[in-house]
């Protein structure tokens, strides 16, 4: 089995940083894309960044210029720094990452339990 856990949450004021962390362990070939995903309460799951193997990044308009995703391939670990927080950042961050088990192995996607991110005035 693979688990990936969050870390790096909390309470912080608007205008600030936090940088949030996502470990993958248990038998892993090669992890593909690891994604960052925030529900905020009563609005749907929105992907926030993701990043390949190779490191090309994608993010959302909304965080686009604030949030930089990072990954260690050694450490099977993604990083997602968040600055310039906003009231409307304010949402459950979970790691979404796509992992093949074995050289011949099918991929699967694994989730965290995520970790809250709540940015005051």
């Known amino acids: 089995q693979v688990q990936l856990v969050e870390s790096g949450g909390g309470l912080v004021q608007a205008g600030g940083s936090l940088r949030l962390s996502c470990a993958a362990s248990g038998i892993i070939f090669r992890i593909n894309a690891m994604v960052w995903y925030r529900q905020a309460p009563g609005k749907q799951r929105e992907l926030v960044a993701s990043?390949?193997?190779?490191?090309?990044?994608t993010y959302a308009d909304s965080v686009e210029g604030r949030f930089t995703i990072s990954r260690d391939n050694a450490k099977n670990t993604v990083y997602l720094q968040m600055n310039s927080l906003k009231l409307e950042d304010t949402a459950l961050y979970y790691c979404n990452a796509n992992v093949q088990r074995s050289a011949s192995g099918i991929r699967n996607d694994y989730w965290g339990q995520g970790t809250q991110v709540t940015v005051s005035s």
């Open positions: 990043i390949t193997f190779g490191g090309t990044t």
